[in-house]
């Protein structure tokens, strides 16, 4: 009897480790639809994002503000999992001494990613959302100056 009960519990133990590793990278596989070139032409400039898929756990965009073919914001953003845990780091630019900036999810489902970090000082929130195949609305928001702010896009992906 006490081999049968140690059988079970080794094999229970061998299929609970197998299947962890897909479980972990569901989360970012739920987020595939970020993958692609995205743009929107606004009166001051043109933004782009453009999402690859790096591996199974991370993927990795370039953002870009362009006005009159001066580039006016760089952004390297990287998305990766590691565990159960999917975070967003962003570097940009000219900003924080051009160190990573990484951002929490705290609301994750299959059309919506919200990361968050309330010790930095602008943006705390970053956004995306599917609203289609070919859009989605991208929004970065927190408090700026002491008053609530927030920018939004809607971006179109390109074919």
Same mark, same amino acid.
């Given at each position: 009897?006490?081999?049968?009960?140690?059988?079970?519990?080794?094999?229970?133990?061998?299929?609970?480790?197998?299947?962890?590793?897909?479980? =972990?990278?569901?989360?970012?596989?739920?987020?595939?639809?970020?993958?692609?070139?995205?743009?929107?032409?606004?009166?001051? #400039?043109?933004?782009?994002?453009?999402? =690859?898929?790096?591996?199974?756990?991370?993927?990795?965009?370039?953002?870009?503000?362009?006005?009159?073919?001066?580039?006016?914001?760089?952004?390297?953003?990287?998305?990766?999992?590691? #565990? =159960?845990?999917?975070?967003?780091?962003?570097?940009?630019? #000219?900003?924080?001494?051009?160190?990573?900036?990484?951002?929490?999810?705290?609301?994750?489902?299959?059309?919506?990613?919200?990361?968050?970090?309330?010790?930095?000082?602008?943006?705390?929130?970053?956004?995306?959302?599917?609203?289609?195949?070919?859009?989605?609305?991208? =929004?970065?928001?927190?408090?700026?100056?002491?008053?609530?702010?927030?920018?939004?896009?809607?971006?179109?992906?390109?074919?």
């Amino acid at each position: 009897m006490k081999n049968i009960a140690s059988l079970l519990s080794t094999l229970l133990v061998v299929t609970a480790c197998q299947n962890n590793p897909s479980i =972990e990278k569901d989360q970012i596989k739920k987020v595939d639809w970020l993958i692609g070139n995205w743009q929107i032409k606004t009166n001051t #400039g043109i933004l782009s994002e453009n999402w =690859e898929k790096v591996n199974d756990s991370t993927f990795k965009a370039q953002s870009l503000f362009i006005k009159d073919k001066d580039s006016i914001h760089s952004e390297s953003i990287l998305l990766q999992q590691k #565990g =159960e845990i999917l975070s967003y780091t962003t570097t940009i630019k #000219g900003q924080n001494d051009d160190k990573p900036i990484r951002f929490e999810l705290i609301t994750d489902n299959q059309n919506e990613l919200v990361f968050q970090n309330l010790k930095k000082d602008y943006p705390q929130k970053i956004s995306y959302k599917k609203m289609d195949n070919n859009s989605m609305t991208t =929004e970065i928001s927190g408090v700026q100056f002491g008053k609530p702010s927030s920018e939004k896009y809607i971006l179109i992906k390109n074919r």
